[in-house]
């Protein structure tokens, strides 16, 4: 069973920066795609910044050039720096990786509970 765990969330003013961490644990045998989606209250669930296993990334317009999305492979965890946060980047944040448990299964998206990022103006 793989488990994604998202930190790092919390308030911050406006300008300010927050880095959200997403760790995984259990046996992946190979990644696909790690990505952070976001949600604010009452909207749907639109991606924010995804990195490919060839190390590609992609980000939402609204984020460009603020956010960074990184990997550390050593410790199986993905990361968002967000800079310059505004009070519209306030939502519950959510991690995705496209996994594969085993060379016999077919790839699957798991992923984190969330976590809360509020930005005061």
């Known amino acids: 069973q793989v488990e994604l765990v998202e930190s790092g969330g919390g308030l911050v003013q406006a300008g300010g920066s927050l880095r959200l961490s997403c760790a995984a644990s259990?046996?992946?045998?190979?990644?696909?795609?790690m990505g952070w989606y976001r949600q604010a209250p009452g909207k749907q669930r639109d991606l924010v910044a995804i990195?490919?296993?060839?190390?590609?990334?992609n980000y939402a317009d609204s984020v460009k050039a603020r956010f960074t999305i990184s990997r550390d492979n050593a410790k199986n965890t993905v990361y968002l720096q967000m800079n310059n946060l505004n009070p519209e980047d306030t939502a519950v944040y959510y991690c995705s990786w496209t996994i594969q448990v085993s060379r016999f299964l077919s790839y699957r998206d798991a992923w984190g509970q969330g976590t809360q990022v509020t930005v005061s103006s």
């Open positions: 990195l490919t296993s060839s190390g590609n990334t």
């Open positions: 259990g046996r992946i045998f190979s990644i696909k795609t």
